[in-house]
């Protein structure tokens, strides 16, 4: 009965792991994402502010 809770519990923790490690791509591709939009956003401003000069 011991091996069995014990194998559950490493399932389990093995589990959230995994979702971990997916959740924490999801989070780094949102944010390079958003970063390339800052970065495009502000790289229009700085074209516009050039051709008024």
Do not use: P, Y
């Amino acid at each position: 009965m011991t091996l069995d809770a014990n194998s559950k519990n490493l399932l389990f923790i093995v589990v959230m792991q995994i979702g971990g490690v997916f959740t924490c791509v999801v989070a780094v591709k949102t944010g390079i994402t958003w970063i390339k939009r800052v970065i495009e956003k502000h790289g229009e401003d700085i074209t516009k502010l050039q051709d008024k000069l």
